[in-house]
């Protein structure tokens, strides 16, 4: 990040801490500087001397009536704005999508106006500067635990090792659908531009700027938080339609088909979704989702996803998705799922992921790579998965030891981005199983695992007692959440089982 850059987060993070005190969480405040940032953006846009935008001259009145008045009209006056403004559609309609004013004394809400926004040319600033500065205020306020933000944050780090495997290029369409933020899409983005920049012809650029980087996300103040982090980074227009979909993903099929998803759906295995499948049988009541192109019906928000991303997935597309390690492992419509995805898919690559890199505490994941092939029935299209364990011995944590991107340059390496599978080289650490092999294992089990920790052997090699301990509060973390899923299927009991969907018996 660029001094500029730097500079920009201090100023403004440095309110943070004052309005904190009245009781406004670090998410809120970046609500509002979301709110207050596109306002002063469509100002300059619509006020500058060449060219001006003069789309947005209603929204860039609005700014000048926030520099016009002072106290309890200024605050009348920005609810007021809010209130409007959440009715647009497009871009403009997601980032004020029920938006609320969390800054009651109109005193600090003048002086971020005034001084924190208002003396920054925030349109002048080139998109490393001003992007740069936003996504670090994104990745601070995912550090407030109390206000939940982290679940919504994938660690930059490991989402740069995805992009590098998959290697996104200027004719693929980019698509999350769960996007959080929307890390991942400018990860794609950035990938591209990287690598691509100089022999992009001008439908390539307009079509990177504005279609073929997409996201869904169910909860509005995130995707508001998307929408413009796309923005500042030169994805989506100020009044054109917005690359962030405000919208539950497995409500329905997806019409994309991108060539390349990349996600981190939400942990947590309870669920109010209800698929039915074919033949009719539904697993809860509460939301009920007709999905006729998933294999099983369930309850599990992961294997849901997953089965969406396989199905939205264009032909010969590629995926990584982090899923937990319930999903490696589970019966019922686990087994079910993972069998036709070895069978109908290239799933080539398993990353296991080491403890103590997510917000979200007790989490134990993988990054699952696979990629979609035509139909061809009776020849599986997995021939080998090959498995890296990052995590036997590798212990991180959030502040002290935080997972960076050099921490993967063995897996990336190991991957071989790009080049033939059959180059692969077997490792201590990256070993490759066949589909047979997989298929019999219990229940088609992919949590694979032939590395010795030196800690257990080694009284040397013994990890200090406070990373101890976080292991230990994260083990326990993960066997209550695998107990609240068992007493939650046992309490369900009274409905059908999950069953394949119509056709898929046998």
């Avoid at 440095?14 to 009245?22: E, G, I, S, T």
């Avoid at 899923?323 to 019922?332: A, I, R, S, T, W």
Wanted: net charge negative.
């Amino acid at each position: 990040m660029s001094a500029e850059s730097r500079r920009l987060v201090a100023k403004l993070w440095n309110y943070c801490d004052v309005l904190r005190d009245d009781g406004v969480s670090t998410i809120d405040y970046v609500e509002q500087l979301t709110y207050l940032l596109f306002l002063k953006m469509a100002h300059e846009r619509a006020n500058r001397p060449l060219n001006p935008d003069t789309a947005l001259a209603h929204v860039a009145n609005r700014w000048q009536a926030l520099l016009d008045y002072e106290g309890d009209t200024l605050e009348k006056v920005y609810r007021t704005t809010l209130d409007e403004l959440s009715r647009e559609s497009g871009t403009l309609g997601v980032i004020f999508r029920k938006a609320q004013n969390k800054i009651q004394d109109p005193a600090k809400l003048k002086r971020l106006v005034v001084d924190l926004i208002g003396k920054e040319k925030w349109s002048a600033a080139g998109v490393d500067v001003k992007g740069d500065a936003y996504e670090e205020l994104l990745a601070k306020s995912a550090e407030d635990i109390k206000s939940g933000a982290g679940q919504y944050f994938t660690p930059r780090s490991l989402i740069t090792a995805m992009v590098d495997c998959l290697r996104p290029g200027p004719d693929d369409t980019v698509h999350d659908p769960s996007c959080g933020t929307g890390g991942f899409l400018l990860a794609a983005y950035e990938h591209i531009q990287a690598h691509h920049a100089a022999e992009l012809t001008p439908e390539q650029r307009r079509a990177l700027g504005r279609t073929a980087i997409t996201g869904t996300e169910l909860v509005d103040g995130t995707a508001r938080l998307a929408a413009m982090n796309m923005l500042l980074h030169g994805i989506g227009q100020p009044n054109g339609p917005s690359p962030i979909e405000v919208a539950d993903a497995l409500a329905r099929p997806s019409g994309l088909h991108p060539s390349v998803i990349l996600a981190n759906p939400p942990f947590g295995k309870k669920s109010s979704i209800t698929v039915i499948a074919d033949d009719g049988r539904a697993g809860r009541d509460d939301i009920s989702y007709n999905r006729q192109d998933f294999w099983v019906t369930t309850t599990n928000k992961q294997l849901n996803f997953v089965q969406h991303i396989a199905t939205a997935l264009g032909m010969n597309g590629r995926a990584a998705v982090v899923v937990p390690d319930n999903v490696l492992f589970e019966g019922g419509a686990g087994e079910t799922v993972r069998r036709r995805l070895l069978t109908q898919f290239d799933v080539h690559t398993l990353l296991r992921l080491p403890t103590g890199i997510f917000y979200a505490g007790g989490v134990k994941a993988n990054v699952l790579f696979f990629d979609k092939r035509e139909a061809r029935p009776g020849t599986p299209w997995t021939s080998k998965l090959w498995v890296y364990d990052f995590r036997t011995g590798e212990h991180f944590t959030l502040k002290q030891n935080p997972l960076r991107r050099d921490h993967l340059d063995d897996f990336v390496g190991c991957y071989r981005p790009g080049e033939p599978r059959a180059d692969r080289v077997e490792t201590e650490r990256f070993r490759p199983f066949s589909y047979d092999e997989l298929v019999a294992r219990d229940k088609a089990n992919l949590d694979i695992t032939w590395l010795k920790d030196p800690s257990l052997d080694d009284a040397d090699s013994l990890l200090p007692p406070e990373v101890i301990a976080r292991e230990i509060v994260e083990d326990l973390q993960a066997a209550l959440a695998e107990f609240a899923a068992i007493a939650d299927s046992l309490a369900t009991r009274v409905q059908p089982r999950e069953t394949p969907a119509a056709g898929d018996q046998g």
